[in-house]
Structure formats: C-alpha cells, structure tokens
C-alpha cells in the first residue's frame, strides 16, 4: 500500500471544499429547517398546554355550575315542598271550618225543627184537646177561646216542669 501526499491532500482540501460548501447551502437550511421545526412543535406545546389548561378552567366552572343548578333545584323543591304544606295546611283549616259552619248550621236548623216539631205538637194536642173536649161537652165552643184555654194549660204544665 503506498500513500502519495498529493493523493491525501488534495482529498483533505476535497473533504474541506465539501464541508464548506456543505455548511455555507446545506447546513444552515438543514438547521433553519429543524429549527423551525422544533419551534412548531414547542408552539404547539404551549397551546396544548393552554388548552389543558382552559379545559380544565372550564371543568371547574362546569362543575361549579352543576353545584349551583343542584343548590338552585334542591332550593325550588324544598319552596315547592314548603308551599304544598302551606296548601295543604290552609285546606285543612278550610275544611275544619266548613265542617263546623256544617256542624252549626245543621245544629242551627235541628233546634228551629224542634221549635217548630214543638209548636206543631203543641197545635195538634189543643186540636185534639178540643176535640176531646167538645165531645165530652158535646157543644160548640168558640175555637179562639178555647185554643187560648188550652195553651194557657199547656204553658202552665210546660212551666211546672
């Protein structure tokens, strides 16, 4: 194997002329080009890194809206509840005073049925009483007269008791 200096070096100024050429249109746009790379994906990063985080600030408000909707709801059932006992209540208290205006009422018109079962007991007993009495005398008295007599008679017993 024989090495000639002329061989080697102008292979080591070929190789130099080639790095140089190699740096000076190949290298730079090779390193713009990764670089500009490597910016697009750390951009791209950061925007994901933003979106996690506005997804995450908009879980929490989603989730902070949620418990206000669940207060706000459990809130209305509770009013709902609160106002149907109130209905409930006030149908009651409805019902209990119509029931003794009933009660009272109905009290009301047994005691004017009695007065009135009373006067017409009174008006058949002096009929009767009349009666009786005209057959016993067997002569006609004056009806007034002896209506008055015998009610009269009636009260004076109605008293005795």
């Known amino acids: 194997m024989h090495l000639e200096l002329e061989q080697i070096i ?3 100024v070929a190789f130099l002329i080639m790095v140089w050429i190699l740096k000076r249109y190949a290298w730079q746009p090779l390193l713009k080009i990764i670089e500009e790379r ?3 994906i750390q951009n791209e990063f950061s ?4 979106q996690k985080k506005e ?12 418990k206000d909707i669940d207060v ?11 106002r149907g006992f109130k209905i409930a209540q006030q149908i009651r208290e409805d019902a209990y005073r119509q029931a003794n205006y009933i009660m009272n009422k109905a009290h009301e018109d047994a005691l ?5 079962a009373k006067l017409q007991l009174k008006e058949q007993i ?5 009666n009786a009495t005209q057959k016993v005398i067997q002569e006609k008295l004056d009806l007034q007269k002896d209506k008055q007599m015998i009610e009269t008679f009636i009260e004076k017993m109605d008293a005795a008791k």
């Open 10 to 12: 102008s292979q080591i």
């Open 126 to 130: 002096v009929e009767l009483v009349v």
């Open 72 to 82: 706000e709801a459990r809130q209305r059932l509770e009013a709902t509840a609160e």
């Open 47 to 50: 925007k994901i890194e933003e």
């Open 55 to 66: 997804i995450s600030q908009l879980m929490e408000d989603y989730q902070e809206k949620l």
């Open 38 to 40: 490597r910016a697009k």
């Open 112 to 116: 004017k049925e009695t007065e009135r």
